[in-house]
């Protein structure tokens, strides 16, 4: 328990600081922000109780917030992200269900199952991220398009990381 | 109770995820200009929307009233005309050089906000800088005076009300020309006070107060009220009570009244300050 507390704040840690020190500084032509701290939401285990789900990733979005200078908009939509993460792990669930202990990473569940899962979440964060940055919906299909760059981008680079993980195992 | 607790811990998930959402959003609102923006702007345009919907019941409902007030208006205005033929004609031959001659233009707008409740009274009328009102006009109600123009955007204006213990006004006892300096004292919404009138004076119940044009807003003789009271104050002065000609309960059409020399005047006068 106390082992896998301290592993999680250290990956947390090195996320946010991915996040703040590179990832905050590239923006290709003004549409691709990749937004890689969501791995953090994505890789907490499956037992973990929602509450406690939402308030970190409430807290993941502020500490990002904090350092972009953004007050509210990180955090609103990874709280977001939070809340529809269980519903999107019980869509996926295999047919015997998550093995206890398990989480919910490349390296358990295979490169197609986290793609997917990825893809859910990353999509749903970024939209409700880069619409509530505009909070207007004139120029839709601009904000749509940035939308997909960056879920495209992010989830690159979501997965980069995650092979290194997996093959460091 | 018991099944409060069962829906609080049935639905515990949602209440955190809205709770959440809920300090981000404000914080959302209150720490980026943008957005700030964008929110306050939604919820004027909502407001505005109501009040001009309440504004055009309100509008149909008082038309009686209008049409007498219009009436009435009309025919002071059928006076004044006449009178102003008569003097032509008197002595000098008359020169129709509409530029030179006409010193004030009017524009009639709409209130659409108003209160008389608190120290401070504002008004705001459905005219702005689009429709050539500008800061410093004055306004009545098309017989007595309402207030002064203090703010402008494209097409509202904020008009300071004479209901506000800020205001100040010159003006003077019909009867006899003395005038004195005229607020209001934040008490009664149809009173106001008129000091400065010396005691030798002699004032009645009555009297016919109107406004001087020293202050180059208010045009020459436009009533503000008459007298209802009057008491002698220590000093030299009388403190004369007014009852206000303006109705500011039932304010709706005002007439916005812009001095097109006040800056020749103001001019000449900081000459010789």
Redesign the interface.
Known sequence: MINSVFRFGLIFILLILAQILLFNNIQFSGYINPYIYLLFILLLPFEIP??LL??L??LT?LIV?FFSG????H??AT??A??VR?YVLRVMSPRDGYETGAEPSMASYGFNWFLTYALFIVFIHHTALFF?EV??FTDFFRTVLRIILSSIFSITFILLIEFYRKGKK | MRSLLTFLARYNNLIIFLILEGIAGYLLATGNNYHNARVVNAINGLVNGLEEKIINTRTYLNLRDINKSLAAENVALRNSIERLVKNENSLFVSVSDSVFRQQYIHATAEVIDNSINRQKNFFTINKGLNQGIAVNMAVTDGLGVAGVIVGCTENFSIAMSMLNIDFKLSARLKSNGYFGSLNWDGRDHRKAVLSEIPQHVFVSIGDTIETTGYSAIFPEGIIVGTVSDFEKRGGDFYKITISLATDFKKLHFVDVIGNMKKTEQLELEKLFK
């Open positions: 929602s509450w939402l308030l990733s409430f979005g917030d953004s007050p509210g908009m955090s609103s709280v977001l939070g809340f269980p509530i909070l207007r």
